[in-house]
């Protein structure tokens, strides 16, 4: 395939993921959470089975060494540069700031 049919495939599945989202008002926290570990392992498992792979092959060492600087550097940041956080429903009562 040339890569104009990629792109126009890739357009196509855009617009068919957008749409099969964006047809309901609301959804469930259920099928949100379901929809979104969904698409997280499909990007997990092409980074891991294919992406990787060609890195490694193409870079050799020093690739390997910038995906992990690369994983390190955002886990860090996640979890060094932001106090606390949660996501969607998993919330707490925060207390009033001192003096306030």
Same mark, same amino acid.
């Given at each position: 395939?040339?890569?104009?049919?990629?792109?126009?495939?890739? !357009?196509?599945?855009?617009?068919?993921?957008?749409?099969?989202?964006?047809? $309901? #008002?609301?959804?469930?926290? $259920?099928?949100?959470?379901?929809?979104? !570990?969904?698409?997280?392992?499909?990007?997990?498992?092409?980074?891991v089975a294919d992406i990787i792979p060609e890195?490694?092959?193409?870079?050799? $060492?020093?690739?390997?060494?910038?995906? /992990?600087?690369? *994983?390190? /550097?955002?886990? *860090?940041?996640q979890h060094a540069f932001v106090p606390h956080?949660?996501?969607?429903? #998993?919330?707490?009562?925060?207390?009033?700031?001192?003096?306030?």
């Open positions: 395939m040339t890569p104009i049919l990629y792109a126009v495939a890739a !357009a196509g599945a855009n617009l068919i993921g957008a749409a099969a989202v964006t047809v $309901r #008002r609301q959804w469930s926290s $259920r099928s949100l959470e379901l929809m979104i !570990a969904f698409s997280a392992g499909v990007l997990i498992s092409v980074s890195a490694i092959i193409a870079g050799g $060492r020093q690739s390997a060494m910038v995906i /992990l600087a690369g *994983f390190l /550097l955002v886990h *860090f940041s956080f949660h996501f969607g429903q #998993r919330t707490h009562t925060v207390s009033p700031p001192v003096g306030g």
